[in-house]
Nanobody, 122 residues
Framework: QVQLVESGGGLVQTGGSLTLSCAASGRTFSTLSMGWFRQVPGKEREFVAV????????NYAESVQGRFTIHRDNPKNTVYLEMNSLRLEDTALYYCAAGDEMAYIYGTFTDWGRGTQVFVSS
């Protein structure tokens, strides 16, 4: 089982930037696909971004393409989500997720953090 702890959320104005971090422990980080998801009250959790275990491949939701960047530091067991040009609709609870190498393709994430809240204000 992988333990995941997100940080970096907060309040930001529209057009601003935030970087979220997710620290992982419990398994060899370099064997894990990592993803970011988000959820707002009353809606289903939605995919934001995913990165392969070696960091060479990434994929994004269309809604964040070109604004968000996912990257990882394997020696530090940490994955990041850089968020730029934030919009009101980016307000959500952001979750980090981990899975095996197939999770990058199939979205089969097995471990989840508790989330970090992002508020975007006008």
């Amino acid at each position: 089982q992988v333990q995941l702890v997100e940080s970096g959320g907060g309040l930001v104005q529209t057009g601003g930037s935030l970087t979220l971090s997710c620290a992982a422990s419990g398994r060899t980080f370099s064997t894990l696909s990592m993803g970011w998801f988000r959820q707002v009250p009353g809606k289903e959790r939605e995919f934001v971004a995913v990165i392969s275990e070696d960091g060479r491949s990434t994929n994004y939701a269309e809604s964040v393409q070109g604004r968000f960047t996912i990257h990882r530091d394997n020696p530090k067991n940490t994955v990041y989500l850089e968020m730029n040009s934030l919009r009101l609709e980016d307000t959500a609870l952001y979750y980090c997720a981990a899975g095996d190498e197939m999770a990058y393709i199939y979205g089969t994430f097995t471990d989840w953090g508790r989330g970090t809240q992002v508020f975007v204000s006008s």
